[in-house]
Nanobody
Framework: QVHLVESGGGLVQAGGSLRLSCAAS????????MGWFSQAPGKEREFVAA????????YYEDSVKGRFTISRDNAKNTVYLQMNNLKPEDTAVYYC???????????????WGQGTQVTVSS
């Protein structure tokens, strides 16, 4: 099992940037494919991005391609989501996820963090 804690959320103006971090407990971080999801008020949780165990592969939901970048540092047990050119429609709670499934699409999470709020003002 892995425990995930997100940080880095906040309030930013449209066009601004934020970097979310997700710290994982335990020595098995490298065995998980990691992902980020978002959940806007009144909507279902949606996939944002995923990165493979080694960090060598990643993919994104279409609306964030070219604006968001997922990365990981296995030495620090941390996965990041760099969010640039933020838009008001990016406003949501962002959740970190860990998956023990093989690298594939769709990304199937097994563990969740508690979430961090991102609010983008127009």
């Amino acid at each position: 099992q892995v425990h995930l804690v997100e940080s880095g959320g906040g309030l930013v103006q449209a066009g601004g940037s934020l970097r979310l971090s997700c710290a994982a407990s335990g020595r098995t971080f490298v065995t998980y494919n990691m992902g980020w999801f978002s959940q806007a008020p009144g909507k279902e949780r949606e996939f944002v991005a995923a990165i493979s165990r080694s960090g060598g592969n990643s993919y994104y939901e279409d609306s964030v391609k070219g604006r968001f970048t997922i990365s990981r540092d296995n030495a620090k047990n941390t996965v990041y989501l760099q969010m640039n050119n933020l838009k008001p429609e990016d406003t949501a709670v962002y959740y970190c996820a860990a998956s023990s499934s093989p690298w594939s699409r769709p990304y199937i999470p097994n563990y969740w963090g508690q979430g961090t709020q991102v609010t983008v003002s127009s």
